[in-house]
């Protein structure tokens, strides 16, 4: 199955400094989805995009769904050490009539203290 | 509180042995998934089941099995034919229509003997 290139793939970062993620397709994407996961549990839903252009926060975090709907970004402003994780970016097909996802690799985040 | 539980944590499998994941969710959602992770890369699709009663293979459904008998259960049963079945199991709903995000359970960990 196809997956998202997701990028970069790790980040190590001193605490307060910005991040910034991304995920690209070769194909229309309707729906971008960013997820967080902490070793050992499941995803957790950071913030949904619907629409081209759309540009969306959640406290410290901010994601854009690209205007082309092949790409998406997250940034993460000023991070603090509870950002460790793996963030994962997450896309429907346009053409899509199932709930079906496609994932990309994650991008493993640490921040040194 | 309405969630999605996954039980065991933590499984292990000995040779020749089938072995059931369950996933049970109480939001109400009409779709359900089953993803594996394998370390450094993403989620794969396994299977997924839109209603009750019906479920249809992901990118790597062989070696597995399901069932859909209630709306708020969706089994996994690894069977003695997936030959490398160590690996984190996920668990996924969503709500109707198809842009409505999935929300995960904590996962399953299973190893062999």
């Known amino acids: 199955g196809q997956q998202l290139n997701q990028s970069p793939q790790s980040m190590f970062i001193q605490e307060g400094e910005d991040v910034s993620m991304n995920c690209t397709s070769s194909?229309?994407?309707?729906?971008w989805l960013w997820y967080k996961q902490d070793p050992g549990e499941g995803p957790v839903l950071l913030i949904a995009?619907?629409?081209?252009?759309e540009l969306t926060s959640n406290g410290r975090l901010t994601a854009q769904f690209g205007i082309t709907r092949k790409d998406s970004f997250l940034n993460i402003s000023a991070s603090i050490p509870s950002d460790v994780g793996i963030y994962f970016c997450?896309?429907?097909?346009?053409?899509?009539?199932?709930?079906?996802?496609?994932f990309g690799q994650g991008t493993t985040l640490q921040v040194k203290p | 509180d309405g969630g999605i539980t996954q039980s065991p944590k933590y499984l292990f499998r000995k040779e020749g042995q089938n072995v059931t994941l369950s996933c049970e969710q109480n939001?109400?959602?009409?779709?359900m998934y089953w993803y594996r992770q394998d370390p450094g890369q993403g989620l794969r699709l396994i299977y997924y089941?839109?209603?009750?009663?019906?479920?249809q293979k992901g990118d790597i459904a062989e070696g597995y099995s399901v069932s859909r008998e209630k709306k708020e259960s969706f089994p996994l049963t690894v069977t003695s034919a997936q030959k490398n079945p160590t690996a984190f199991y996920l668990c996924?709903?969503?709500?109707?229509?198809?842009?409505?995000?999935?929300?995960f359970g904590d996962g399953t960990r299973l190893s062999i003997l």
């Open positions: 995009l619907y629409k081209a252009g």
């Open positions: 089941s839109q209603i009750v009663n019906d479920f």
């Open positions: 939001l109400n959602h009409d779709a």
């Open positions: 997450a896309g429907r097909y346009g053409s899509s009539n199932t709930g079906k996802l496609i």
């Open positions: 996924a709903c969503s709500g109707q229509g198809v842009n409505q995000p999935q929300h």
């Open positions: 194909s229309i994407f309707n729906t």
